[in-house]
């Protein structure tokens, strides 16, 4: 019969415990990253687009700095961002999202920006096996629809949302019929024209009475308002961007028009402010914040742009760039780790996050299950307040 000498045990037991600790320790190590976590941002700083893409830049550079100051993650890790231009082009999105997925450490990717990029990326998205946080993209779409590596900070135009804005507007101005115009080759521009149409359809208790179209970069739009204006609509709504959601301000108040002015993310922008002048005062839209609230993750982001950019109207779509790196900083803190797949289950798992545009919840991908608008009004100086 075998017998076992009890030193020998005694010390190949307590080896294995060295063994064992030793190889906690070095667990522990792999996820406490010896230099900075390197994080992807895109954005249109450029281009067509460039307005809302620099607002993205300055958010995602504020959210990295306040992360830094208050210590990092994993331990101390600072935050290191490389934000690359799509010069408003969706195929150099594709390009930049290729070329980060291939540096291995690269931790994840805030951005691109809008539909039409969104749109571009997302047939790779999930080849490329990167944790990726897509920003103000409009496209209303079903969770099936997204690949399982994706998810978007954003607020999606759907026919309830824009049912609930012209009910909440018909309650302070007069408003039982809508005319309608959108540009035409604006991916998000088109969705939100769509929605708009198909909630009336749906028995949003106002007529449409106008729908027209326009191209991107069109400067005169007499001819297409005046069509408009003959059917004397309450309210005009304009699914667009800054340039020409300015110049249609602008232009159709010259010509008499004393009703209101309704539309979704094109106008969220206060450089609408700066050049249509008083033309842009109450315009009525929805956005994901109320720069109004008390709420302590506001008002710190507020205190962090004002310091930074000083005093004057506070830009939405700097909120998307720098709520999609807190998520992303959210994940990686949670899943204790900077393995990709590691980060994505924990981003997709994001429960109840509270940040400047609410409280985000995924259900392992897509959007946010629980998104809360608020109806606004644009000052003559481009800042927004609730809508009375």
């Known amino acids: 019969m075998l017998k076992f000498n009890r030193r020998v045990v005694s010390r190949v037991a307590a080896s294995a415990a060295v063994l064992a ?4 320790s070095i667990a522990a190590l792999a996820q406490s990253p010896a230099g900075p976590i390197k994080v992807g941002g895109l954005s249109f700083l450029t281009g067509k687009f460039g307005s809302y893409g620099q ?33 408003s082009d969706s195929a150099q999105a594709v390009s930049l999202l290729r070329r980060f997925a291939g540096s291995a450490d690269v931790v994840g990717v805030v951005g691109p920006v809008g539909t039409p990029d ?39 135009v759907t026919p309830a949302l824009i049912t609930a804005v012209l009910a909440q507007t018909k309650k302070g101005r007069k408003l039982e019929t809508v005319a309608l115009i959108r540009d ?33 970069g069109d400067k005169d739009f ?22 020409e959601v300015s110049l249609l301000l602008q232009q159709a108040r010259a010509r008499g028009f004393k009703g209101s002015f309704l539309g979704g993310a094109g106008m969220n922008d206060p450089k609408i402010a700066q ?44 909120v998307y760039g ?38 985000y919840t995924y259900a392992g991908k897509g959007d946010n299950v629980a ?7 644009m000052t003559a100086e481009g800042n927004f307040k609730p809508l009375n």
């Open 21 to 24: 600790a030793m190889a906690t």
């Open 55 to 87: 607002d993205i830049g300055k958010g995602m550079r504020l959210a990295i700095k306040q992360i830094n100051d208050g210590g990092g993650l994993l331990g101390g890790a600072k935050l290191e961002l490389d934000l690359q231009d799509t010069v």
């Open 118 to 156: 969104f749109l571009a990326i997302l047939p790779l998205s999930g080849q490329l096996g990167i944790p990726i946080i897509s920003l103000g993209s409009q496209k209303e779409m079903a969770s099936t629809e997204f690949s399982d590596w994706i998810v978007r900070v954003n607020l999606p």
């Open 184 to 216: 035409r080759a604006n991916d998000s521009g088109q969705a939100e024209a769509k929605a708009v149409r198909q909630a009336i359809e749906a028995g949003a208790g106002v007529k449409l009475v106008a729908d027209e179209a326009y191209a991107a």
């Open 222 to 243: 007499g001819a297409v308002l005046d069509k408009m204006l003959r059917e004397k609509p309450d309210a005009i709504w304009i699914a667009g961007v800054t340039n």
């Open 275 to 318: 050049l249509a002048k008083e033309a842009a005062a109450g315009i009525v839209t929805f956005l994901p914040v109320n720069f109004e609230s008390n709420a302590p993750q506001v008002k710190k982001f507020i205190a962090g742009y004002r310091e930074a950019h000083g005093q004057g109207p506070i830009p939405v779509y700097a």
């Open 322 to 359: 720098y709520d999609g790196v807190m998520i992303l900083a959210n994940a990686i803190s949670t899943a204790k780790s900077t393995d990709r797949k590691v980060v994505m289950q924990a981003l997709g798992n994001t429960k109840g996050f509270v940040t400047v545009s609410g409280s």
């Open 371 to 377: 998104p809360f608008p608020f109806l606004m009004e």
